[in-house]
């Protein structure tokens, strides 16, 4: 295997399985239903008491939009333009990236989505992560 930090292994599941913690299925075995109780669940964020997202943003995030030259239609027909969104793969930045599309297009309620499209690859920065891109498509 190389030592270069950009150069991806696939594990397999023989690597995975060599390196797993042993569990002891004996003691599962002897558990009933009765033995199980359920937990409560949060509602709110850990730590929050409002519901408020902490997810947030750094650096300048754009609140207005280019200025267009062509406008987009709502014929039904044909893109115009395109709109590309990143989350990294965790829930919470899924989540927040689900929304940043509603609040984007909320924000724009001219504008009707033709298509979107969507694809995982790294993202490269100080570090490679796997990232969602989405591109709506008005």
Known sequence: MSNDPNQHHKVTDDELLANAIPIDTTDLESISDEDLVPIELETTPMGSTSGESKIR?????????????????????????????????????????????????????????????????????????????????V
């Open 57 to 137: 943003t750094f650096g300048p995030m754009s609140k207005t939009m280019k200025q267009w030259k062509r406008a987009p239609k709502k014929t039904g027909t044909g893109a115009t333009h395109v709109k590309t969104f990143i989350a990294k793969l965790r829930m919470d930045a899924i989540d927040h990236l689900d929304e940043q599309v509603n609040q984007w297009l909320d924000e724009h309620p001219d504008y009707e989505v033709k298509f979107v499209t969507q694809s995982v690859g790294p993202l490269k920065g100080k570090t490679i992560e796997e990232a969602l891109f989405l591109c709506v498509w």
